[in-house]
């Protein structure tokens, strides 16, 4: 079992930036991809971002060059970094550890980008 809890959401206005963290209650970098998804109302959870445990990084089209995914391996933490940030990219934003076969979420954290 891979607990994690997010932190870092909130409101900002459009064009502002936010940071989220994900913190793991264990190491899980060197075995799990980490990666961050989004659901917005009435949407389906969509991928945004994922970092492997050998450090490739992917991105949703929708935020390459916004967005930033990055690790801190000595405390168990990923972060997305998100700039230039767009009405559209309101949702609540969840955590994730993935293995072929094995899948865990946090509890998600909110975000509303509106002025």
């Known amino acids: 079992q891979v607990q994690l809890v997010e932190s870092g959401g909130g409101l900002v206005q459009p064009g502002g930036s936010q940071k989220l963290s994900c913190a793991a209650a264990r190491s899980t970098f060197s075995i799990y991809a980490m990666g961050w998804y989004r659901q917005a109302p009435g949407k389906q959870r969509e991928l945004v971002a994922q970092?492997?445990?050998?450090?490739?990084?992917t991105y949703a089209d929708a935020v390459k060059g916004r967005f930033t995914i990055s690790r801190d391996i000595t405390k168990n933490t990923v972060y997305l970094q998100m700039n230039s940030l767009k009405p559209d990219d309101t949702a609540v934003y969840y955590c994730n550890a993935y293995l072929p076969g094995l899948n865990y979420w946090g509890q998600g954290t909110q975000v509303t980008v509106s002025s």
């Open positions: 970092i492997t445990p050998v450090g490739i990084r």
